[in-house]
């Protein structure tokens, strides 16, 4: 029997010379193939369309993951600035002595209380 491949590298077997099948098979074998190479080209296609969805949904999420940190960064910042004047400005508090263990801070009362400017943060 001859050997051979076609286009999408399926092999077959042609049949012996002597052994002729009829043209209704050789044409069921030729729908069949045309089918399946219709098929696989649907298939690769899909297959190629996923990839790019993939590849857009990944750069996208790569894109907010590093907004995300950025927005981190600078909330620790901006908590460590406000440390920092909360820090200062405890010791000229006089009335900061808990009442309570619930109670950190009690109220401040205008006469044991100075008041100081603090600027407002900035980035």
């Not at 907010?64 to 909360?86: G, I």
Request: charged fraction near 25%.
């Amino acid at each position: 029997m001859a050997q051979g491949s076609d286009s999408n590298g399926t092999s077959y077997k042609s049949p012996s010379p002597g052994s002729r099948p009829s043209s209704s098979d050789d044409a069921k074998k030729v729908m069949r193939r045309e089918k399946n190479r219709i098929a696989a080209q649907k298939s690769r296609m899909r297959q190629t369309q996923k990839a790019d969805s993939l590849h857009l949904e990944s750069e996208n999420l790569e894109k907010e993951n590093a907004a995300l940190r950025k927005e981190v960064k600078q909330l620790t910042e901006e908590a460590k600035y406000l440390t920092s004047v909360l820090s200062s400005h405890e010791p000229l508090c006089t009335g900061l002595a808990p009442q309570t263990p619930d109670l950190l801070y009690p109220p401040h009362h205008g006469s044991y209380h100075q008041h100081i400017a603090v600027p407002h943060y900035q980035p």
